[in-house]
């Protein structure tokens, strides 16, 4: 009986892993978002003030070694895109191809101390 017990424990467990972790997760509390904003490379433009059409390309190299690229709206607001997919791909890369230009987006806004996330649902210049 223990071993039965045993098995269809195991056996739950191998069924919930078979699922993405985003699907047996919720969202957290999120507020639906259209604003205008720059897409700036996350380092350079934090560390060095790094931004415009001269560090287009910088951004873009930037992007491809690694770097995150986040969103900054006029009101001087960082919002850094993230993913539902948890590791299967990058939040910011539908931005790539609009590094250091100025986009429309909407999406699911998250904050939560201090720092504001968004999950881009349209992107487009």
Request: aromatic content about 6%; glycine content about 8%.
């Given at each position: 009986?223990?071993?039965f017990?045993?098995?269809?424990?195991a056996l739950?467990?191998?069924?919930?892993?078979?699922?993405?972790v985003?699907a047996?997760?919720?969202?957290?509390?999120?507020?639906d978002v259209?604003?205008?904003?720059?897409?700036?490379d996350?380092?350079?433009?934090?560390v060095?003030?790094?931004?415009?059409?001269?560090?287009?390309m910088?951004?873009?190299?930037?992007f491809?070694?690694?770097?995150p690229?986040?969103?900054?709206?006029?009101?001087?607001?960082?919002?850094?895109?993230?993913t539902?997919?948890?590791?299967?791909?990058r939040g910011?890369?539908?931005?790539r191809?609009?590094a250091?230009?100025?986009?429309?987006?909407?999406g699911?806004?998250?904050?939560?101390?201090?720092?504001?996330t968004?999950?881009?649902?349209?992107i487009?210049?």
């Amino acid at each position: 009986m223990f071993k039965f017990a045993l098995s269809t424990l195991a056996l739950g467990f191998v069924a919930l892993s078979a699922q993405p972790v985003s699907a047996q997760m919720q969202v957290a509390e999120s507020r639906d978002v259209s604003f205008t904003a720059s897409v700036v490379d996350l380092s350079c433009n934090t560390v060095y003030g790094a931004a415009g059409a001269d560090h287009r390309m910088c951004a873009q190299v930037c992007f491809d070694q690694g770097m995150p690229l986040a969103l900054l709206d006029e009101n001087g607001t960082l919002y850094v895109p993230v993913t539902m997919a948890m590791g299967q791909e990058r939040g910011d890369n539908n931005l790539r191809g609009h590094a250091e230009h100025t986009v429309n987006v909407t999406g699911k806004v998250i904050e939560r101390g201090g720092m504001y996330t968004i999950l881009i649902e349209s992107i487009s210049m």
